[in-house]
């Protein structure tokens, strides 16, 4: 959803509360017309990199400073929490919901997947999760599949890919400014 003002923190609360039970804007598994990217970082190697990688994610610290994050809970990502990421663009406020799906943690990662709910202008899911692979390397791991929802998204596709582009390199500069902070 869009608007002209940016919304005050008691608005994103109701919407919030709205959306609890929203569904989802597409029927999992995606099918034809969907956009599959991974984009993944290193942030370093050992037990120390990925503790920190682990709590800047919980954190939310992912998300660029120019994507202000909406959520009740202050940290983490539980599944059946609803989010929205605020941010202009173009000289539109727009609030794009999703609900955490699912945690994706084992002994080597820590993430979560969360999709894209009706008012969200693109229409998927996007997962966000560090990797500690064999060689004691940590990574950074973005995942998602999408496709424009929002008719002014399909208008300005091309638009809509670079700021998708824009968020994932912010993003790992983000991650790794955590690491290295």
Known sequence: MFSLRKPTPERLR??????????LSYTPPPGDG??????AVRLGSGE?????ACEALDAWIMFPE?????RSEAKGQQAGQIVAMVTRICGLWWVN???VLRRTDSDHTHGFVYGT???????GE???????RPDGSVWYVIRAFSHPRHWMAW???PLARWWQCRFVRDSQQRMGEAITS
């Open 14 to 23: 109701d919407l919030l509360e709205l959306w609890k039970d929203a569904p």
């Open 34 to 39: 969907f956009i599959d990217d991974e984009h």
């Open 48 to 52: 120390e990199v990925y503790r920190s």
């Open 66 to 70: 120019w994507a202000e994050v909406s």
């Open 97 to 99: 919901p999703c609900r």
């Open 117 to 123: 709910l009706p008012e969200h202008a693109e229409c």
């Open 126 to 132: 996007e997962q966000f999760v560090i990797e500690k």
């Open 155 to 157: 208008l300005a596709f």
